[in-house]
């Protein structure tokens, strides 16, 4: 089968995640929808799911301003931007972000920006309006102001299509998750 494509489609085909190399459960929902999560295992393909769909969403034009938030700056920077499956090594070579770490700051060639924010902060969340909003590792996020920042996403997530996507390792008694699986249940 691949005999008959040249070099160039045989390259491009490297990128085709959702069609070639996903996984069924990996890839997310066609129809209309506004928040989809990832309760899984460490290893089972959360980060690069979502990593390739924010891409993805950011190259189709449908998300020019993305929130990118983890337990801290750190981890957020590490999970989604510079790890082995964060939006850099996942990005196509034509379509590849840039990323100024003193800004905390990703730009892709299109014009969209993804602003890291940590739920330490809470208050820094809600301080634009996103069109997607990729929250990672709930079940790790700080008691104390976990609340506060989830309830900054959801306000702060509301232009264009106003979609939440988020992952988590599963922890018993989590409010959080808690609450996000019984309203997904509903």
């Known amino acids: 089968m691949l005999d008959g494509f040249s070099n160039v489609e045989l390259a491009a085909h490297a990128y085709d995640w959702s069609n070639l190399w996903a996984r069924p459960k990996q890839i997310l929902p066609n129809d209309d929808w506004e928040m989809v999560g990832f309760l899984a295992g460490r290893g089972s393909g959360k980060t690069l799911a979502l990593s390739k769909f924010v891409n993805a969403e950011v190259e189709a034009g449908r ?56 739920p330490e902060v809470p208050g820094k969340i809600r301080g634009l309006e996103y069109h ?9 996020w700080p008691p104390a102001t976990m ?14 299509l106003a979609r939440i996507v988020w992952d988590a390792t599963a922890k018993r008694r989590h409010s959080l998750l808690t609450r996000l699986i019984k309203e997904a249940t509903e």
């Open 63 to 118: 998300a020019p301003l993305i929130c990118l938030i983890a337990q801290d700056e750190d981890s957020s920077v590490k999970l989604h931007i510079t790890g082995p499956s964060g939006l850099l090594a996942t990005s196509k070579p034509w379509f590849r972000p840039e990323w100024r770490s003193s800004d905390l700051q990703l730009f892709w060639p299109n014009g969209a920006i993804a602003y890291v924010r940590t």
């Open 132 to 140: 997607l909003t990729w929250a990672s590792e709930l079940q790790s």
């Open 147 to 160: 609340e506060e920042a989830w309830m900054n996403v959801l306000l702060s997530t509301r232009l264009g």
